[in-house]
């Protein structure tokens, strides 16, 4: 993948180095379950240790103090996939005659304040909708790496879209009607489903985005396969079978490792976000 081929000039909001964290959680007030359902990202973290004192058990990297308008390797290639994904939901939102908010991205090391609580690299990679930004430690890549078997620019590139994914659903209210239809679910397992749903939907914009910047970005089928890679990795049920032994479809939230794979895909292949209906009528 030849990221430095991507437009650059995302909402980069670098915390790294910023000194420490206000003491105790940030409280959330009145915001319902898909919020943590949103924070409590790829490992299946438990949401207690996002919200809250936690400590995380990532290790966080040494900053290295850099000169102004000298950012570092991470900062680049953060800003230029935010800054893709931008123009990429720009260009569909106009087409639909609506006008994209561009989300911004915060990068932190090791703990960070949000406007849905205390943000953690623990959690991985998050969105969210209160303040319209995705939070990213960056020592995350180097925990794909270690966790993962693998990862590469690509599979990195497709976390940061999958997030950007959860910003546009929220753009376009999908979030909120989720958050209804799970406080209207009659069982836990009915309100995963529409958890699940809501994470493929984000795994099939991660696949749009990397359709539109697959020529610019000189994509290759081992760049591809890092993306199938990682979506494997973080399926419910390999995430279950690894920790546990067993699985437990009910409490699924993300989707199994084929579904992850077959809506990254779908967005990949079409490059159609109206082919991204993994809610099946349901809303």
Known sequence: MDWQNLPGGGNIEDRRGGGGIPGGGI???????????????????????????????VPTQTQTQTAPGQPDTSYQFVDRILASTDQV??????KAGRTYTKPTLVLY???????????????????????NKVYLDTSFF??????????????????????????VQNELGIADQVTRAQQGARSEAEANRYSVALELQADCFAGVWGNQVSSLANLTEADVREAIN??????????????????????????????RVNWFMTGFKSGDPNKCDTFGGQL
Not at 89 to 94: E, H, L, M, P
Not at 112 to 118: D, K, L, N, R
């Open 230 to 259: 990682t979506a494997t990795a973080i399926g419910d049920d390999t995430l279950q079978r690894q920790g546990q032994g067993y699985v437990v479809p009910d409490s699924f939230t993300h989707g199994t490792s084929q579904q």
């Open 89 to 94: 939901w720009s260009g569909i939102f106009a």
């Open 27 to 57: 409280a959330v007030g009145g915001v319902g379950g898909l919020i943590i359902a949103l924070i409590a990202m790829f490992f299946g973290v438990d949401p207690g240790a996002i919200l809250g004192g936690g400590q995380s058990s």
């Open 109 to 131: 090391s090791g703990a960070t304040p949000t406007a849905c609580g205390q943000g953690s690299a623990a959690a991985g990679p998050f969105y969210c909708p209160l303040d």
């Open 142 to 167: 180097a925990q794909m790496d270690r966790r993962l078997g693998g990862g590469g620019d690509f599979a990195y590139s497709y976390v940061i879209a999958h997030e950007v994914g959860h910003h």
